[in-house]
């Protein structure tokens, strides 16, 4: 076979295995939103447990929105699993800070539960700084990021091509710190999301001890659905504190992380 018809082979050979892999996305994308319809059909029929199969198949299978979190959420919630629910609000959440129906579907789980954990108060300033950098996703600090740099390059246009250098000058090095300063965001917030440090009480019950020990001596006691930060872990025990500044040991499976 002459070099020629073997490029031509291999050539032809790559197109086709391109042209099989766009239909094995596409038919795989088409399979994602059928079962997502009928995850959709089945809570609407009072099916939530076959709903909740659904949306957890989607979830794992790499599909981590917000909307498949915050339907998962509604199907516990619907079951009255309120730690469940609260974990996939908070999931949800996190992708999607600014969604006022996510927030106050949490709120109403959270009333449902046994505990009520007073938070410590924060300096104004602190609460104000975080509330303004969880305002957005990690996606949405990056598209500010982008869009910012976009701009900086305009203004660089303008100073080079037009008599207005100093103008073009000053509004694209405001614009590239800008551009800088919302990825430093994007990054903060991704790191966070990816490990978060927070979890949900998924046991009903437990004692939280007070060493990383079955056999040590019980701190105080928390039921289902309260949020957690981790800060330290032993083997199979993680040291957590609550919103109040309550301090212990729990086990890693009576806990499942936002």
Request: glycine residues 8%; hydrophobic residues 45%.
């Amino acid at each position: 076979m002459r070099l020629g018809s073997v490029a031509i082979s291999k050539l032809g050979h790559g197109l086709l295995c391109m042209l099989i892999l766009c239909i094995s996305i596409v038919a795989y994308s088409q399979s994602a939103d059928a079962l997502y319809t009928n995850a959709n059909a089945l809570y609407k029929a009072n099916n939530y447990q076959g709903a909740q199969a659904a949306y957890e198949k989607l979830i794992a299978d790499g599909y981590k929105e917000a909307d498949l979190y915050y339907n998962l959420g509604n199907c516990y919630y619907r079951q009255n699993d309120m730690a469940k629910a609260i974990l996939n609000y908070e999931r949800a959440l996190r992708i999607s800070p600014t969604d006022e129906d996510i927030s106050h579907n949490l709120n109403i789980a959270n009333a449902h539960i046994a505990d009520k954990i007073v938070p410590v108060p924060q300096l104004g300033i602190i609460k104000a700084w975080q509330g303004f950098t969880h305002s957005h996703s990690a996606k949405g600090w990056l598209l500010w990021a982008v869009a910012m740099a976009w701009l900086a390059l305009i203004g660089g246009a303008v100073y080079l091509f037009t008599a207005w250098k100093k103008t073009g000058a000053g509004i694209a090095s405001s614009l590239v710190v800008l551009a800088l300063a919302f990825a430093s965001l994007a990054y903060t917030r991704g790191s966070a999301e990816a490990n978060s440090g927070e979890a949900i009480l998924t046991a009903e019950s437990i004692y939280v001890k007070n060493a990383p020990d079955a056999n040590s001596g019980n701190a105080f006691m928390l039921h289902a659905g309260v949020k957690l930060t981790l800060l330290d872990k032993v083997g199979s025990y993680y040291k957590v504190r609550l919103a109040d500044g309550k301090t212990g040991w729990l086990s890693s499976n009576s806990f499942e992380q936002i």
